[in-house]
């Protein structure tokens, strides 16, 4: 199982990004996946999870309306769509692929594999 995220870097304030990760290794649309992001010097937050075909998502209930999960089955890829920036965005992302029972994840969904992460770093 791999996975790979990118489309991190340096933003300004109100900016907006489009992470992706690649997923590889085993059948992507056997699985839910789902984002976690790191701020520096805190522990890692739930951000987001979507259902195997990409109908049902569910987000961190202070992210609702920034962030958009979204996933190409065909194309093995998950999307993170996150618009106006805001410097408490920094962070480092990381995608996860959740355990084989879930069917909608949230918070304490439990995953099993996760990427090395990318940075996304908002500061004018």
């Known amino acids: 199982v791999q996975l790979v995220e990118s489309g991190g870097g340096l933003v300004q304030p109100g900016g907006s990004l489009r992470l992706s990760c690649a997923a590889s290794g085993f059948k992507f649309d056997d699985y839910a996946m789902g984002w976690r992001r790191q701020p520096p010097g805190k522990s890692l937050e739930w951000v987001s999870g979507i259902s195997r075909g990409g109908d049902s998502a569910a987000y961190a209930e202070s992210l609702e309306g920034r962030f958009t999960v979204s996933r190409d089955n065909d194309k093995n890829t998950l999307f993170l769509q996150i618009t106006n920036l805001d410097p408490e965005d920094t962070a480092r992302y990381f995608c996860?692929?959740?355990?084989?029972?879930?069917?909608?994840?949230?918070?304490?969904?439990?995953?099993?594999?996760w990427g090395p992460g990318t940075q996304v770093t908002v500061s004018s």
């Open positions: 996860v692929r959740h355990t084989a029972r879930t069917i909608i994840p949230s918070q304490s969904s439990a995953y099993d594999y």
